[in-house]
């Protein structure tokens, strides 16, 4: 394989700008079909972005030999399904986050992946960030000493302004979206956890629907208690008012604080002697860092940027968090 061929399914709003047209920036990599089950939609699509084939049809797309690499952006109910069609039909997959709708399909996926020995990457790709990364440098530096304690707030009034607008809103349909805005958000965010921390030990949470018109949790609390002693809190809430919204995390060390958003772009780094902000430009296509990995590793080039191993960890954490 000296190329990446894509084909996407599901090319909806996700991918118009954060991941669509960095297949055809990253270097050994092309965008050759596009699948949607409303077909205008999917010829729309393939015409405004100059993508050769469209479909209708996830089997036809899976199977046209021209096609050699599976992007899966549709809702997480689909997933699971086409994952494993395309892994079956020897092409490997990078996948949506989150992975699926829970822990035990998460499981199924990844040893399909293993079975099969076709490859698996998830777009956690938050990872493959230099805001992201650069926090995983500070910490692996001892900037502020010990890690001991993370705090992170995401704190969001009704139809927050960081979810993508959809005509359905299948995003507060469980069947559909696994739960709720929880489900999209907090695989960001519990990634990048596991990603700096390493090994869960313990995790624990509670979940409960605050409003009286969803059908999903729209506040969730969880703790982590990692191996190496470091404790994680975080609190999701999707109906507070408009002024206390908030985004941030807080790393607490033996010697100060690293702070960020997971929706800006700016850490700021503070200890007894000194406060240090390192700020970053915004990504025309938020996905295309982790992309070039993804294409490294299918081509046998690096390593895997974030195996089905490594969400499972996340989709375990959410369903700890939010399984009564």
């Known amino acids: 394989m000296q190329e990446i ?16 047209p960095a297949f055809n920036k990253v270097n050994n990599s092309k965008l050759v079909a596009v699948m949607r089950r409303d077909g205008a939609k999917a010829a729309d699509y393939a015409k405004r972005h100059q993508v050769p084939k469209w479909y209708d049809n996830a089997s036809q797309l899976i199977n046209d030999p021209e096609v050699n690499a599976i992007y899966i952006a549709t ?10 069609e395309a892994l079956k039909a020897g092409k490997p997959v990078y996948v949506e986050k989150p992975m699926t709708l829970d822990a035990n399909a998460a499981q199924r996926m990844t040893d399909a992946a293993n079975n099969l020995k076709v490859k698996l990457c998830v777009a956690h790709y938050r990872r493959a960030q230099p805001m992201f990364l650069k926090v995983k ?19 969001q009034s009704p139809n927050p302004v960081l979810i993508a607008k959809t005509a359905d809103n299948w995003r507060i349909n469980p069947v559909i979206s696994g739960g709720g805005l929880f489900h999209d958000l907090a695989p960001h965010q519990l990634d990048l956890m596991t990603y700096y921390f390493g090994a869960v030990k313990n995790a624990m949470g509670i979940a409960t629907k605050q409003q009286k018109n969803t059908e999903v949790d729209d506040l969730v609390a969880g703790n982590i208690l ?11 809430c999707f109906s507070v008012a408009s002024k206390d919204q908030a985004d941030i995390c807080m790393i607490y060390g033996s010697k100060g604080n690293i702070s960020f958003p997971m929706f800006g772009n700016k850490i700021t780094v503070t200890t007894d002697q ?19 990995k993804v294409v490294d590793y299918f081509l046998g080039k690096g390593q895997n940027p974030c195996s089905g191993e490594d969400a499972l ?3 375990k954490l959410m369903d700890d968090f939010t399984l009564k």
Not at 75 to 84: F, G, K, N, S, V
Request: include cysteine.
């Open 137 to 155: 440098e500070l910490l692996a530096a001892h900037t502020i000493g010990d890690v001991r304690l993370v705090r992170l707030k995401m704190l």
């Open 313 to 315: 960890i996340t989709m």
């Open 274 to 292: 000194s406060t240090q902000e390192y700020v970053f430009e915004p990504l025309q296509h938020v996905q295309q860092p982790m992309i070039e």
């Open 75 to 84: 809702p997480p109910l689909q997933h699971e399904a086409y994952t494993i």
């Open 5 to 20: 061929r894509w084909g996407i399914i599901g090319c909806g709003d996700v991918t118009e700008v954060k991941s669509g």
């Open 226 to 236: 990692f191996e190496n002693g470091i404790v994680f809190s975080g609190t999701w």
